[in-house]
């Protein structure tokens, strides 16, 4: 099969750019011809990119001519778009609809209902614009705590739910949460046009088999430094804590980080994957106290591949993905208390950490490997195939 990847990367990356390359990865292991088209928001530089890419991010003319001459050329049976934001624009949805391609969107977060894509506002939910008010995102500046920004988000979400661009331009769509899932139908998508189709991590060749006997000791926290990170809990939490906590990340909050910092913690910073996993083979249990509506973090996934049990919130898709007492253990989001109870009764519990560390690994070859997650998006491909281009537009109610 030809498959079209479409992704605008933005300027620093993140988990959804590890899903693209991962996916890429796997279709082509399994004999599919695969093109990625990609573009980077490093090329907003001057005053005058910034104006352009504004004024263009409703519907951008090249864009739209940029996806129309690949599938020109390249000729997929289907295009496959992670993320459209800010460069590219709705109007590639257009160029697959002119030229007859169906496409499939994977839903890595809730930007098509909220301007700055999270549903959280000051690091807790906030589900204000779900239904269409679009303005209360540029009262609140929402987009980078912009009005002008903001305006311009709430400008494209309202001229694309307005036009029905969301409902009758896209084939499919991918939730990788059933959480998630609820969220946008509840806004209004089609709930038999979303399928939940979870992240996945492949194992990495060029590290060690995985010995779950290894021993295991610290913390890890391994996220964005952030307040809908939780990081700022996290930092309340060890200011009575004086267990091993090792950090990876860096953010908004890295100077507050090492403020704070006790002599329990270890601050390393962002890391490559290699030494990320390391780490987290290393670690007793990982912290997830996030605020916000996880969609599925390839942290989560990565922390079940090798065998980590997860310390989350109990919120969204990490309350979905983490079996409290099974796989980790959940505490009630935004609790320091709670937090702070949970991870002293992980350190006090080792043999019991382990047993969920094995269920752990077990889980991950169940749901979250490769193998499993290549049958789901195969299965979407085909539906999506079968149904051919034209009919979710004309019979779209």
Not at 125 to 132: D, I
Request: aromatic share 10%; hydrophobic share 40%.
């Amino acid at each position: 099969m030809k498959i079209l990847i479409v992704h605008n990367y933005y300027q620093r990356p993140g988990g959804e750019d590890d899903v693209v390359a991962n996916e890429k990865a796997m279709l082509i292991e399994h004999g599919h011809d695969v093109e990625l088209l990609a573009v980077r928001n490093d090329q907003i530089q001057s005053f005058a990119d910034k104006v352009k890419t504004a004024w263009n991010s409703s519907y951008s003319q090249q864009g739209y001519e940029h996806v129309a001459a690949a599938i020109r050329i390249f000729s997929p049976a289907l295009v496959h778009v992670h993320n459209f934001f800010p460069l590219l624009s709705p109007s590639i949805y257009d160029a697959c609809s002119d030229a007859g391609v169906p496409v499939v969107q994977t839903l890595h977060n809730y930007r098509l209902l909220c301007a700055n894509g999270q549903l959280a506002r000051n690091a807790i939910p906030c589900e204000k614009c779900v239904h269409g008010a679009h303005y209360w995102g540029v009262i609140h500046r929402c987009y980078q705590n912009s009005l002008l920004g903001s305006a311009v988000v709430a400008r494209m979400l309202w001229t694309h739910r307005r036009h029905n661009t969301w409902r009758e331009k896209v084939a499919s769509y991918i939730a990788p949460s059933h959480f998630m899932k609820t969220k946008f139908v509840e806004a209004g998508l089609p709930d038999d046009r979303i399928h939940v189709k979870p992240n996945f991590v492949p194992e990495y060749p060029n590290l060690p088999p995985l010995d779950m006997a290894a021993p295991r000791k610290s913390a890890l926290f391994a996220a964005r430094f952030s307040r809908e990170k939780g990081v700022d809990l996290v930092l309340q939490a060890w200011e009575e804590l004086d267990f091993p906590l090792r950090m990876i990340g860096d953010g908004p909050l890295a100077e507050l980080v090492r403020e704070k910092a006790t002599p329990a913690m270890t601050l390393i910073g962002w890391q490559p994957m290699d030494i990320l996993v390391d780490e987290l083979r290393r670690a007793e249990f990982l912290l997830m106290p996030s605020t916000w509506y996880e969609g599925f973090p390839v942290t989560l996934a990565l922390a079940l591949a090798n065998g980590l049990p997860i310390i989350a919130s109990r919120l969204g898709a990490m309350e979905e993905v983490v079996e409290d007492g099974k796989t980790g253990l959940l505490f009630t989001t935004g609790d320091v208390v709670d937090l702070r109870r949970k991870v002293s009764w992980a350190f006090n519990n080792p043999e019991r950490m382990r047993e969920m560390g094995a269920n752990a690994r077990t889980e991950y070859e169940r749901k979250y490997s490769p193998n499993v997650n290549y049958a789901m998006l195969m299965g979407i491909y085909e539906t999506v195939l079968k149904r051919g281009p034209d009919p979710y537009i004309r019979n779209a109610a």
